[in-house]
Nanobody, 127 residues
């Protein structure tokens, strides 16, 4: 099993930036791949970005490409998400997910590919 703890959320004005972090603990094989998802009030959870930790390959939602960067620090078992040029519609709870197995579903940011989830960190962007 893996335990995930997110941090770094907060309130920013439009155009600002935030750096979210997710620390994974437990069985390292339970977090072969990790990803960031977000859920706005009244909407379904959607994928933002994912990373295959052994090789470092990254995958982004088409709408987020160029506006965010996912990275990892394997020594610290941490995956980060840099959010730039934030807009009010980016307001959401951001969740970190971990997948035991790398698959096409991970690269497609399919929620069902991820086995473990953190509690989330809130991002609020004001205009």
């Amino acid at each position: 099993q893996a335990q995930l703890v997110e941090s770094g959320g907060g309130s920013v004005q439009a155009g600002g930036s935030l750096r979210l972090s997710c620390v994974a603990s437990g069985n390292p094989y339970s977090s072969n791949s990790m990803g960031w998802f977000r859920q706005a009030p009244g909407k379904e959870r959607e994928g933002v970005a994912a990373i295959y930790r052994p090789g470092g390959s990254t995958y982004y939602a088409a709408s987020e490409k160029g506006r965010c960067t996912i990275s990892h620090d394997n020594d610290k078992n941490t995956v980060n998400l840099e959010l730039n040029s934030l807009k009010p519609h980016d307001t959401a709870m951001y969740y970190c997910g971990a997948a035991c197995r790398f698959s096409q579903a991970v690269t497609d940011l399919g929620e069902r590919a991820f086995d473990y989830w953190g509690q989330g960190t809130q991002v609020t962007v004001s205009s």
